[in-house]
């Protein structure tokens, strides 16, 4: 609700890196630390930048149903996140952070879009488990992610260990793929053109979305 105070994001994603840092393994940790870098290295999986007209599409939603892109922008601004899955800590805080504001997004007349590439049943769980009210979109074989320029495949050595710690990829999006998107939010106009964008190869740092409604605020 408008005027209420919550954490902020970024504080939370802190503690679960803060904790992760003192639960795990040092190697793993190492694991994770590495493959951020040589993909921030890699100059690949950059995403799109503000002033790029966003790439349309059409996905299904937890509940089965074809929504698209076009169609939301239609109605007013959309805000569209990716996220990994429901698997991962940092994303579910980002959700939930988004679920509560979702009252002040709606009176900016505004949209949020979650897509990850979780099966359709996965994202229905992740949709019951946090009681959302927005759209989860299911980008199986990360498709869309690919027009955003946002996909990348995790790295062999970390297979084992991402099954290890139960999030085995193949299993929640149904491919052996192993690929995800990396994280990102963008905030489209009325005109479908991005005029703000978010994209972070670390995926434990996310955009504040107090800054995503004031930015919606001003459009």
Same mark, same amino acid.
């Given at each position: 609700?408008? %005027?209420? /105070?919550?954490?902020?994001? /970024?504080?939370?994603?802190?503690?679960?890196? !803060?904790?992760?840092?003192?639960?795990?393994? !040092?190697?793993?940790?190492?694991? &994770?630390?590495?493959?951020?870098?040589?993909?921030?290295?890699?100059?690949?999986?950059?995403?799109?930048? #503000?002033? #790029?007209?966003?790439? +349309?599409? *059409?996905?299904?939603?937890?509940?089965?149903?074809?929504? $698209?892109? $076009?169609?939301?922008?239609?109605? %007013?601004?959309?805000?569209?996140? &990716?996220?990994?899955?429901?698997?991962?800590?940092?994303?579910?805080?980002?959700?939930? @952070?988004? =679920?509560?504001? *979702?009252?002040?997004?709606?009176?900016?007349?505004?949209?949020?879009?979650?897509?990850?590439?979780?099966?359709?049943?996965?994202?229905?769980? +992740? /949709? =019951?488990?946090?009681?959302?009210?927005?759209? #989860?979109?299911?980008?199986?074989?990360?498709?869309? @992610?690919?027009?955003?320029?946002?996909? &990348?495949?995790?790295?062999?050595?970390?297979? /084992?260990?991402? $099954?290890?710690?139960? &999030? @085995?990829?193949? !299993?929640?999006? %149904?491919? +052996?793929?192993?690929?995800?998107?990396?994280? @990102?939010?963008?905030?489209?106009? !009325?005109?479908?053109?991005? $005029?703000?964008?978010?994209?972070?190869?670390?995926?434990?740092?996310? *955009?504040?979305?107090?800054?995503?409604?004031?930015?919606?605020?001003?459009?």
């Amino acid at each position: 609700m408008e %005027g209420l /105070q919550y954490p902020k994001l /970024q504080d939370e994603l802190a503690a679960v890196t !803060k904790h992760g840092l003192e639960a795990l393994p !040092k190697e793993v940790i190492a694991a &994770f630390e590495r493959s951020i870098s040589e993909l921030r290295e890699s100059g690949t999986a950059k995403g799109l930048t #503000v002033g #790029v007209q966003a790439p +349309d599409f *059409m996905l299904a939603n937890q509940e089965g149903n074809n929504i $698209s892109l $076009s169609e939301e922008i239609a109605k %007013g601004p959309v805000i569209l996140t &990716f996220y990994r899955g429901d698997w991962c800590p940092f994303c579910n805080l980002e959700i939930k @952070a988004y =679920q509560r504001i *979702m009252d002040s997004i709606h009176a900016a007349g505004a949209q949020l879009l979650a897509i990850s590439p979780l099966t359709p049943d996965n994202s229905l769980a +992740d /949709q =019951q488990k946090n009681e959302l009210n927005f759209h #989860v979109l299911s980008d199986i074989g990360n498709r869309v @992610a690919k027009k955003y320029n946002l996909k &990348f495949k995790l790295p062999d050595n970390l297979h /084992q260990i991402y $099954s290890s710690l139960g &999030f @085995a990829l193949d !299993k929640f999006n %149904g491919d +052996d793929s192993w690929e995800l998107p990396v994280p @990102a939010t963008y905030i489209i106009d !009325k005109q479908g053109m991005i $005029s703000a964008a978010s994209v972070n190869p670390d995926y434990r740092t996310r *955009m504040e979305p107090a800054e995503v409604l004031n930015i919606l605020r001003s459009l």
